[in-house]
């Protein structure tokens, strides 16, 4: 038991140290530009980070081919399960991209690390991926109310994910200089996002708590039922389980405050399940990470 307890310990508490970070620079009113350090992290970092995970991975692309199938798959059951439960509660079924997309960057990718080293990092990138195309493309449009097929291919994410699985394809050589310059800005990737997910949580309130507590409640127990569904129907073992678990069932991610607040949507509400999904999650995930690492 006491086993099990350092493993989880060891992978959470780094992840909640990095946040407080980020909550007590803003609890000290230090300046924070969140908007320059997110443009930084998603336009910048975190494509250097696909490409160089893809590009030296060792996991099999038909094994991350296949991680990035059953992300399809948890957004796709995740979607309709929110327009219904939204729908037939009268509310805005536009917000069901917030009970859908999940903090799989900020505070996924950092557990996978961290529960499965590089191997989980590599299937982690792969569902997140699937993630970042989808959120800025169909996730946007939704919150807009209108498509726009420039937001899909103008984003870099979608642009690092065809260079490193085409280097890994087609064999492709590739300068060490470019290899190290990748490696570089990978390594700040993970530790600012967290920090920046501890300062947006500091600066975000929680209003309607009784109903945000319901719809926050609903929602981790949907996620958790899905990804351990679509988990047991692909057959995933192993660090590939636990990743699109892990995944599957992170709290509310941070960007949908931003995209509602750009459309006009009830940014309060999001706001709500944000905060009491990441704060729900100190209390499940430990329960999480116990099924799938033992």
């Known amino acids: 038991m006491f086993d099990s307890l350092s493993i989880i310990l060891g992978v959470l508490l780094p992840a909640i140290l990095l946040a407080s970070i980020g909550y007590v620079w803003v609890w000290q009113g230090v300046d924070y530009p969140?908007?320059?350090v997110t443009s930084l992290a998603i336009n910048i970092g975190l494509p250097a980070l696909l490409f160089h995970t893809l590009a030296t991975s060792s996991v099999e692309l038909v094994s991350l081919g296949n991680m990035a199938l059953a992300a399809i798959v948890v957004h796709l059951i995740s979607t309709g399960v929110a327009f219904t439960y939204l729908r037939w509660a009268g509310k805005d079924w536009?917000?069901?991209?917030?009970?859908?997309?999940?903090n799989t960057g900020n505070l996924?990718?950092?557990?996978?690390?961290?529960?499965?080293?590089?191997?989980?990092?590599?299937?982690?990138?792969?569902?997140?991926?699937?993630?970042?195309?989808?959120?800025?493309?169909?996730?946007?449009?939704?919150?807009?109310?209108?498509?726009?097929i420039s937001a899909l291919y103008r984003s870099p994410v979608l642009a690092a994910v065809l260079a490193g699985i085409s280097v890994r394809v087609l064999d492709i050589p590739i300068p060490s200089v470019l290899m190290n310059t990748t490696s570089l800005l990978s390594g700040f990737v993970i530790p600012i996002m967290l920090?920046?997910?501890?300062?947006?949580?500091?600066?975000?309130?929680?209003?309607?708590?009784?109903?945000?507590?319901?719809?926050?409640?609903?929602?981790?127990?949907?996620?958790?039922?899905?990804?351990?569904?679509?988990?047991?129907?692909?057959?995933?073992?192993?660090?590939?389980?636990?990743?699109?678990?892990?995944?599957?069932?992170?709290?509310?991610?941070?960007?949908?405050?931003l995209l509602a607040q750009k459309h006009g949507r009830d940014s309060g509400e999001v706001s709500g399940l944000i905060v009491i999904t990441h704060l729900g999650a100190l209390l499940y995930l430990p329960i999480v990470l116990h099924l799938v690492l033992l």
């Open 34 to 36: 969140v908007p320059f």
């Open 108 to 148: 996924g990718l950092p557990l996978c690390l961290l529960a499965f080293g590089e191997e989980g990092l590599a299937y982690a990138m792969a569902y997140f991926a699937v993630q970042a195309v989808l959120m800025f493309s169909v996730g946007d449009a939704i919150y807009a109310g209108r498509f726009s």
């Open 94 to 102: 536009r917000l069901s991209v917030a009970h859908v997309v999940g």
């Open 195 to 257: 920090m920046t997910l501890g300062v947006s949580l500091a600066s975000l309130r929680v209003t309607q708590l009784r109903e945000c507590l319901a719809w926050s409640f609903i929602r981790t127990g949907a996620a958790i039922i899905i990804g351990f569904g679509v988990a047991a129907v692909f057959q995933l073992e192993g660090v590939a389980r636990g990743v699109l678990i892990i995944e599957a069932t992170v709290p509310v991610a941070v960007f949908n405050f």
